[in-house]
T-cell receptor, first 113, second 109 residues
């Protein structure tokens, strides 16, 4: 089954404790992206990757890091989380260029206290 | 600044009552407009891509249309299972994707 998986699905952590949210896709997609979704603000792009070893900033990259060492994986790293990073995070992938037909993961709900 | 605005924020329909959702955009360049459906607690699910003014796409009770300034998602004779949040997104042409805040649709039996 074609899918994007994220782990963990729920995470409660404390300020400053480094964490990683994993994302993996089994569709051999070139494009991958991370979003955060906040009430009233919609989905905002954090980082994206157009291929292995190629990553770029989206609209809200501050406080986040990513890496793309393999085509299928695109982890999101928060090196020193802060309460304003409490949000719902989605990973997505797409085969086509121009972000056509993205497949989204189930989401990771992160709370930073 | 690139902007995508969806209206209304929320819409309540009776089963069978057709209506339209609007997505208006002000962007520097359009390289695709996308519609997604999002159910509570889940990730968005792709519905349609539109690339040029005049283009239309259909899927079951949904039909998406595009003009130079906006897109409409028409819902014909909706059913309760069409209840969801509908998201619009625009590729602005600089590898940048801008989402609207969505329209929450509730269809009552």
């Amino acid at each position: 089954e074609a899918q994007v998986t994220q782990n963990p699905r729920y995470l409660i952590t404390v300020t400053g404790k480094k964490l990683t949210v994993t994302c993996s896709q089994n569709m051999n997609h070139e494009y991958m992206s991370w979003y955060r979704q906040d009430p009233g603000l919609g989905l905002r792009q954090i980082y994206y990757s157009m291929n292995v070893e190629v990553t770029d900033k989206g609209d809200v990259p501050e406080g986040y890091k990513v890496s793309r060492k393999e085509k299928r994986n695109f982890p999101l790293i928060l090196e020193s989380p802060s309460p304003n990073q409490t949000s719902l995070y989605f990973c997505a992938s797409s085969l086509g260029t121009d972000w056509d037909e993205q497949y989204f993961g189930p989401g990771t709900r992160l709370t930073v206290t | 600044e690139d902007q995508v605005t969806q209206s209304p924020e929320a819409l309540r329909l009776q089963e069978g009552e057709s209506s339209s959702l609007n997505c208006s955009y002000t962007v520097s360049g359009l390289r695709g407009l996308f519609w997604y459906r999002q159910d509570p607690g889940k990730g968005p699910e792709f519905l349609f891509t539109l690339y040029s003014a005049g283009e239309e796409k259909e899927k079951e009770r949904l039909k998406a249309t595009l003009t130079k300034k906006e897109s409409f998602l028409h819902i014909t004779a909706p059913k309760p299972e069409d209840s969801a949040t509908y998201l619009c997104a625009v590729n602005t042409g600089f590898q940048k994707l801008v989402f609207g805040t969505g329209t929450r649709l509730l269809v009552s039996p």
